[in-house]
């Protein structure tokens, strides 16, 4: 399965293979953002606690919901 997966990734152009680590990296990106939103204590906006984390949770299901619609896209 995993030599599938690379073999997949090997034929990829460059163009796709960049869009790939850009896709994964938003994806990164929007999920520790909303981790820290939920968790840092000392966060710089003024928000109650239950906006906080509701925006938190709402940042992590968004990154999700990009991941999925990135690679329902780019399937072969």
Do not use: H, T
Not at 10 to 31: A, D, M, Q, T
Not at 41 to 48: H, Y
């Amino acid at each position: 399965m995993i030599d599938k997966i690379i073999n997949n990734i090997r034929k990829k152009s460059l163009k796709e293979r960049f869009l790939l680590v850009i896709g994964i990296l938003f994806f990164l990106i929007y999920l520790c953002l909303g981790l820290a939103v939920i968790f840092w204590k000392r966060f710089p906006i003024q928000m109650q606690q239950n906006y906080r984390i509701a925006f938190g949770v709402l940042l992590i299901v968004y990154s999700f919901f990009r991941f999925l619609r990135f690679f329902n896209s780019n399937k072969d």
